[in-house]
């Protein structure tokens, strides 16, 4: 069975119960994060992941938020008794040049066994294939070079799609396309470039097919109940507000 865990759920301003969004994949073949927010080994601990499990690390674009924890794991991971086969760090050209920039920061790439690999910008790119599992990755519209990511589960045939941070677009509703649930960023108030609304996140639901929406990637001051209301008008389906340490089975 497939584990998939909001380790965050928040966008860049977040809140006392809510850190900015990463997600942990736990599986049989080891454990995988999608974004790298702030302290992964206590976020792992907590999910009841061990450091030596991580096999790899997919960043869905460079923006602050999403890849900041990245010198925090590969310290950690330096720290434990970590698996020889090294840490797969997947994402698209320019968002592991800027990886490899922090992380030049500090003295840990000559140390550590990374495996830097490109995700190909284009949709539906296979990232991952094990006998469990399977990432898929597929641009969006950002205002960095960005992929959503769909996580299937091979035996249960389930499917969660993970938007990142888009405005609305063709894209985003292929990868979503009949998936189980929808983690999709509601970070705009009002149509804004790069991100989306509530509704227009509702309105990609509705068109994708999806089972469940789970509103993730806003700040915790906003108005819940008016976000869960504006996107109950374009998706008939359940919709929930996103919360730090939900788990989905796959
Ligand atoms: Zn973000
Ligand atoms: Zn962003």
């Given at each position: 069975?497939?584990?998939?865990?909001?380790?965050?759920s928040?966008?860049?301003?977040?809140?006392?119960?809510?850190?900015?969004?990463?997600?942990?994949?736990?599986s049989?073949?080891?454990?995988?994060?999608?974004?790298?927010?702030?302290?992964?080994?206590?976020?792992?601990?907590?999910?009841?992941?061990e450091?030596?499990?991580?096999?790899?690390?997919?960043?869905?674009?460079?923006?602050?938020?999403?890849?900041?924890?990245?010198?925090?794991?590969?310290?950690?991971?330096?720290?434990?008794?970590?698996?020889?086969?090294?840490?797969?760090?997947?994402?698209?050209r320019?968002?592991?040049?800027?990886?490899?920039?922090?992380?030049?920061?500090?003295?840990?790439?000559?140390?550590?066994?990374?495996?830097?690999?490109?995700?190909a910008?284009?949709?539906?790119?296979?990232?991952?294939?094990?006998?469990?599992?399977?990432?898929?990755?597929?641009?969006?519209?950002?205002?960095?070079?960005?992929?959503?990511?769909?996580?299937?589960?091979?035996?249960?045939g389930?499917?969660?799609?993970?938007?990142?941070?888009?405005?609305?677009?063709?894209?985003?509703?292929?990868?979503?396309?009949?998936?189980?649930?929808?983690?999709?960023?509601?970070?705009?108030i009002?149509?804004?470039a790069?991100?989306?609304?509530?509704?227009?996140?509702?309105?990609?639901?509705?068109?994708?097919?999806?089972?469940?929406?789970?509103l993730?990637?806003?700040?915790?001051a906003?108005?819940?109940?008016?976000?869960?209301t504006?996107?109950?008008?374009?998706?008939?389906g359940?919709?929930?507000?996103?919360?730090?340490?939900?788990?989905?089975?796959?």
């Open positions: 069975m497939i584990r998939v865990t909001l380790l965050g928040a966008a860049t301003l977040s809140g006392p119960d809510s850190d900015s969004i990463y997600l942990l994949i736990q049989e073949d080891g454990c995988y994060l999608i974004d790298c927010g702030g302290s992964p080994p206590h976020k792992l601990a907590r999910a009841g992941a450091l030596r499990q991580v096999r790899g690390v997919l960043l869905t674009h460079d923006h602050t938020d999403h890849i900041y924890g990245l010198p925090m794991l590969v310290q950690s991971l330096l720290l434990s008794n970590w698996s020889e086969a090294g840490l797969i760090v997947w994402g698209l320019e968002t592991l040049a800027t990886a490899k920039a922090l992380l030049d920061l500090f003295p840990l790439v000559d140390r550590a066994p990374l495996d830097l690999r490109s995700l910008p284009q949709p539906d790119y296979l990232a991952l294939e094990t006998a469990e599992l399977r990432i898929r990755t597929t641009p969006v519209d950002h205002t960095r070079p960005s992929v959503g990511v769909r996580i299937e589960g091979v035996r249960s389930r499917v969660l799609a993970y938007s990142s941070d888009t405005e609305p677009c063709d894209g985003l509703r292929q990868l979503a396309a009949g998936a189980d649930v929808l983690l999709h960023e509601a970070a705009a009002r149509p804004t790069g991100h989306s609304t509530p509704g227009q996140a509702g309105a990609t639901a509705a068109a994708a097919g999806v089972g469940r929406l789970v993730v990637h806003f700040e915790p906003e108005d819940g109940a008016s976000m869960l504006e996107a109950a008008k374009e998706f008939g359940p919709v929930e507000l996103g919360r730090d340490w939900m788990t989905f089975e796959l």
